[in-house]
């Protein structure tokens, strides 16, 4: 096995564990501390906002790559088997839908639809 393809598997493996413990944080029998925990982790994973900058050369990303594994061990060990085998599958079942670039622009276009509206409401209100 090559470099790139472990490479590409560890990063397939991690966005689905984000994914997981994002489901494992809503489910009723995961103990308090783990949730608290696994939504920091699913929080900082899916924010665009970092400790450090991505910009900053090596620093940047180094962060992404030691904080974000390191979380997600802590709060995987921190889970009962069931919910985080359950919250495995609807994590890998929500990541293999196909994604539609229609509907995402029909959502684009109804949200720009909706603002245009509220804007030209509010500049005619006054008249």
């Known amino acids: 096995m090559s470099l790139l393809t472990t ?3 560890w990063a397939r493996r991690t966005k689905r564990d984000v994914v997981a413990v994002y489901f494992a944080a ?4 995961t103990p308090w501390l783990a949730r ?8 900082y994973a899916l924010s665009p906002i970092d400790l450090i900058p991505d910009f900053i050369p090596v ?3 180094l962060d992404d790559l030691l ?4 979380g997600l061990l802590l709060v ?3 889970l009962p088997p069931a919910v985080l085998q359950e919250a495995r599958d609807k994590a890998a079942s929500v990541l293999e839908r196909p994604r539609s ?5 029909a959502i684009v276009l109804v949200w720009l ?8 409401w509010w500049v005619h209100r006054a008249n």
Do not use: N, Q, T
Request: proline share 3%; hydrophobic share 65%.
């Open 76 to 78: 995987i060990r921190m």
């Open 7 to 9: 490479a590409k598997d």
């Open 113 to 120: 639809a909706f603002a245009s509206g509220l804007v030209y």
């Open 67 to 70: 904080i974000v594994p390191l």
């Open 36 to 43: 608290c925990l696994a939504v920091a982790v699913a929080a």
């Open 59 to 61: 620093l940047g990303y």
């Open 26 to 29: 809503r489910d009723a029998r």
């Open 101 to 105: 670039r229609a509907a995402a622009v």
